[in-house]
């Protein structure tokens, strides 16, 4: 089956810890997307990539950090510097064409707790 | 700027009878509309999109979107609602012609569905 997989699904860490939330596609899409979920906020984007080795901050980028290595991989990583890391995390990917109406695939998250 | 308006946090609807979420949108040019659909814990869902022609599209689990150009809107719709239909929705909204894979695609605040048994 073709789609997103996202792991671990429920992390916890303590503050002033980095942690790498993971992302797998083999969709062969070329886009990937990280997104951010708080209740009554909606889902604020923090990274996307159009291609492998080249990705782009989103609304929310700071305290954050991202890799595209390989087409299939977007790993994130939640630094120390993020004031309030404690959400949920949602990967997604697309076809990466221009004018593109081909819809996000979303992984089923991550829950980051740290305290 | 481009954005998309979900009025009401909250809907409440009793088992069979017809449902309609709101979405409202403002972007420049022609857009390409989509409906996604999360239950708890799990990521968003693809329900339906709109690109052109006919104005109401059909989509998943027997959903269907009106689009209305002079409203502005892309109200989601259901003609009898299940206890199963209870989740989170969210109305996103692309301007066609931009390139996918950037922040061009704007999400609504989402729209919690409770079908009452």
């Known amino acids: 089956d073709g789609g997103i997989t996202q792991s671990p699904k429920y992390l916890f860490r303590k503050e002033g810890q980095n942690v790498t939330l993971s992302c797998e596609q083999n969709?062969?899409?070329?886009?990937m997307y990280w997104y951010r979920q708080d209740p009554g906020q909606g889902l604020r984007l923090i990274y996307y990539?159009?291609?492998?080795?080249?990705?782009q901050k989103g609304d929310i980028a700071e305290g954050y950090s991202v890799s595209r290595e390989k087409k299939e991989s977007f790993p994130l990583t939640v630094t120390s510097a993020q004031k309030n890391p404690t959400a949920f995390y949602l990967c997604?990917?697309?076809?990466?064409?221009?004018?593109?109406?081909?819809?996000?695939?979303f992984g089923n998250g991550t829950r980051l707790t740290v305290t | 700027a481009q954005s998309v308006a979900q009025p009401e946090d909250q809907v409440n609807v009793a088992e069979g009878n017809p449902l309609t979420v709101k979405c409202t949108y403002s972007?420049?040019?022609?857009?390409?509309l989509f409906w996604y659909v999360q239950y708890p814990n799990r990521g968003l869902q693809f329900l339906l999109k709109y690109i052109t022609g006919d104005n109401l599209v059909k989509g998943s689990y027997g959903f269907e979107a009106e689009f209305n150009k002079s409203q502005t809107s892309f109200h989601l719709k259901k003609p009898s609602a299940l206890v199963s239909d209870s989740a989170l929705y969210f109305c996103a909204v692309r301007a066609r012609g931009a390139q996918a894979g950037a922040n061009n695609l704007f999400f609504g605040t989402g729209t919690r569905l409770t079908v009452i048994p």
């Open positions: 997604a990917s697309s076809i990466g064409s221009r004018d593109s109406n081909s819809p996000l695939h």
């Open positions: 990539s159009q291609i492998v080795n080249d990705f």
């Open positions: 972007v420049s040019g022609n857009p390409y």
């Open positions: 969709l062969n899409h070329d886009a």
